[in-house]
């Protein structure tokens, strides 16, 4: 069984950044559903909705993206897409 998680990625704009993360995404086989980008003044953010197989642990996840929040000053977050929901309704 699928399930999907909400990715979200903000940052001061640099080169490489899509980059850096969807290749976790890749090294983690979770195929990109939805992807919205822009740049507000200096910044990049950037929110994605991914499939993940339920084998797949969150936790490594989160330690792969700690390496390229290290890497590159940004702030990336994954909320899986029923709990994401669930916080944001009014």
């Known amino acids: 069984m699928q399930k999907r998680a909400v ?3 903000v940052g001061k704009d640099q ?4 980059s850096k993360v969807t290749t976790v995404l890749a090294e983690h086989k979770m195929n990109i559903h939805d992807i919205s980008q822009t740049i507000l003044q200096d910044y990049f953010t950037m929110m994605m909705i991914v499939e993940m197989d339920n084998k797949d642990r ?3 996840l989160l330690e792969a993206f700690e390496r390229v929040e290290d890497d590159m000053n940004l702030t990336i977050s ?3 897409e029923d709990v994401f ?3 944001h309704r009014i």
């Open 7 to 9: 990715v979200t990625v």
């Open 15 to 18: 080169v490489g950044i899509i």
């Open 58 to 60: 969150l936790e490594d």
């Open 78 to 80: 994954v909320q899986l």
């Open 85 to 87: 929901q669930a916080m």
